[in-house]
């Protein structure tokens, strides 16, 4: 119990030492992980096993359209995402659940994230830049982008003391994301992407 406590009270805070770089305010980021690709995916949820095609592609500066299929063209869904509108195109009846809705969004709207973005900057020991973007009362993103880059390679969803669902991205010279891995802490979803050139 004593030890239990004294986590609590000194954190097993997951962002606990963020310092704001000065002067702390509000600056715009392009965190864009994602605009024109496609995508093998695979989604792994309780122990079944979905597999597919993910075409990310951006209609207009703050438009992003998502649509995924089975390998013979199947359509599972199809999604158009702005900077602050989600609509449904097309879900499959089965899937058409609004919590399996609200996370798949919410996934993938932290890759493509179209539209401008503004959030607070922490600095890291010069290895990368942390942007800290408010999405509700008490949830937020944070976007590791390294110093040599302007595309995130670490995406964070969560409160101020841990993180929900984890983003790892692995980029190429250029910038384009090859694998992209998210995992979410309180369920068991793991999604997958690799890019298929």
Same mark, same amino acid.
């Given at each position: 119990m004593w030890l239990i406590s004294c986590c609590a009270i000194t954190g097993c805070n997951h962002y606990r030492n963020l310092t704001a770089t000065p002067?702390?305010?509000t600056i715009a980021f392009s965190p864009a992980v994602v605009t024109n690709a496609k995508y093998l995916t695979q989604f792994d949820? *309780?122990?079944k096993h979905l597999s597919g095609i993910m075409l990310f592609k951006r209609t207009t500066d703050s438009?992003?359209?998502?649509?995924f299929t089975n390998e013979m063209g199947f359509k599972?869904?199809?999604?158009?995402?702005?900077?602050?509108t989600f609509k449904t195109i097309y879900m499959l009846d089965r899937m058409n659940k609004p919590y399996i809705v609200n996370t798949l969004y919410r996934d993938l709207a932290m890759l493509c994230a179209p539209g401008s973005n503004h959030g607070v900057m922490f600095n890291n020991n010069g290895e990368y830049n942390l942007y800290r973007q408010q999405l509700s009362k008490n949830e937020y993103l944070? *976007?590791?982008i390294p110093?040599?880059?302007s595309t995130p390679n670490k995406i964070e969803m969560g409160t101020l003391r841990k993180a929900k669902v984890v983003a790892t991205i692995s980029n190429?010279?250029?910038g384009e994301a090859q694998n992209i891995d998210i995992q979410h802490k309180n369920i068991k979803l793991r999604v997958r992407f690799t890019l298929i050139k």
């Open positions: 002067p702390i305010e949820i *309780y122990g438009t992003e359209r998502i649509v599972f869904f199809d999604f158009e995402i702005s900077a602050d944070y *976007y590791y110093s040599n880059s190429d010279s250029t």
